[in-house]
């Protein structure tokens, strides 16, 4: 426990103004009650409430550096009547060596004994109930922010395994389509792979960053689109509507290009025919919608795959936004597929 309430300022202040006022308190009740004369009722209010100040002190700093876990109760009340009692001996001792000689004072002296330590014990009792509050309350604190750390630093790990898995899963395609290519057309092999290097050299540039800009995805999404022209030719159209006033707005880094490849897997592997991937970017409701649309044929099924992509998405996003339905999926009546991404904004 290194936070000590003495250690705020604001606290400090308002002990002071406590102690002046208190001390203030006993110096008008002991001069207009008691009709002693200033001196006495001035050095007996400062004695005593001096020596209860720096009892106060002491308690709250054993406090910060010890407190059983068990019998705390029980700890709390013999260190505040041992404190009292030492307060009410030395004031009593030193009070009655400075006025020996007022021997009406050193009567009240003696008959006020038992309620000046009373008084003290409530005082300081009520000082060590505060301090272990303070104390309780800071350690809660600090363990709620060491969980939430722990939290986000799990969060981060996951985040950068699911990122870093993507990356060979689209490779590993890559290359499968490079070594088909090299048996059928070497010279579009060989720029699959100038294309395909210059994607990887893109992406490693940009491998710590988790939020990147529209504009940035985009340029991105088309290297990618570049090298799936060279593996499938003609077949392969593309629509790209991006609207302007979405190129400023972010989105977690690599996220749209498995959704693409998702398109292009289910609109080309089963079909010899030419498809359109249709890719449409705008803003609505202060959440980025990005919608991938491309054709399937309900009677074939894809070939290969595991659904790797398109659930890695839904984790990240579920980790970045706690929201399970930002990416979402459905079939029109026209054999059209949707994918439909929503990115909140800050």
């Known amino acids: 426990m290194t936070n000590r309430p003495l250690a705020n300022k604001n606290i400090k202040r308002y002990a002071l103004a406590i102690f002046l006022a208190w001390s203030s308190v006993f110096v008008l009740l002991y001069y207009?009650?008691?009709?002693?004369?200033w001196y006495i009722s001035a050095a007996d209010s400062l004695v005593t409430n001096g020596l209860l100040a720096l009892a106060c002190m002491i308690l709250s700093n054993m406090l910060g550096y010890y407190q059983p876990k068990n019998e705390t109760i029980l700890f709390v009340l013999v260190i505040t009547l041992m404190l009292a009692g030492v307060i009410t001996f030395v004031s009593n001792v030193a009070l009655s060596y400075l006025f020996a000689e007022e021997l009406t004072y050193r009567s009240f002296l003696q008959l006020s004994l038992i309620l000046r330590f009373i008084i003290v014990f409530i005082f300081l009792a009520w000082c060590a109930v505060a301090n272990i509050l303070w104390y309780r309350l800071e350690e809660q604190s600090a363990s709620q922010e060491r969980l939430l750390i722990a939290q986000n630093l799990s969060k981060e790990a996951e985040l950068n395994k699911l990122r870093h898995q993507l990356q060979p899963h689209f490779l590993f395609n890559s290359l499968n389509?490079?070594?088909?290519?090299?048996?059928?057309?070497?010279?579009?092999?060989?720029?699959?792979?100038?294309?395909?290097?210059?994607?990887?050299?893109?992406?490693?540039?940009?491998d710590d960053e988790i939020w990147v800009k529209v504009e940035e995805e985009m340029e991105y999404i088309q290297l990618y689109l570049d090298i799936e022209k060279v593996r499938f030719s003609h077949r392969l159209n593309i629509e790209l509507k991006v609207a302007e006033e979405t190129l400023d707005l972010c989105l977690p880094g690599t996220l749209l290009q498995p959704i693409v490849e998702n398109a292009i897997k289910f609109g080309l592997y089963n079909?010899?025919?030419?498809?359109?991937?249709?890719?449409?970017?705008?803003?609505?409701?202060?959440?980025?919608?990005i919608t991938v649309q491309n054709p399937f044929d309900p009677e074939m099924r894809a070939t290969g795959g595991t659904g790797f992509g398109l659930s890695a998405i839904k984790r990240r996003l579920y980790l970045l936004?706690?929201?399970?339905?930002?990416?979402?999926?459905?079939?029109?009546?026209?054999?059209?597929?949707?994918?439909?991404?929503?990115?909140?904004?800050?």
């Open 32 to 37: 207009f009650t008691l009709n002693f004369n």
């Open 177 to 206: 389509s490079v070594y088909a290519l090299t048996i059928m057309n070497p010279t579009e092999a060989g720029n699959m792979i100038l294309k395909l290097a210059s994607f990887l050299r893109g992406n490693l540039k940009r």
């Open 271 to 289: 079909t010899a025919a030419a498809i359109t991937i249709s890719i449409f970017v705008k803003v609505e409701n202060n959440r980025l919608v």
């Open 321 to 346: 936004f706690g929201d399970e339905q930002l990416l979402q999926t459905r079939a029109t009546e026209d054999n059209i597929y949707i994918t439909t991404l929503k990115i909140p904004q800050k």
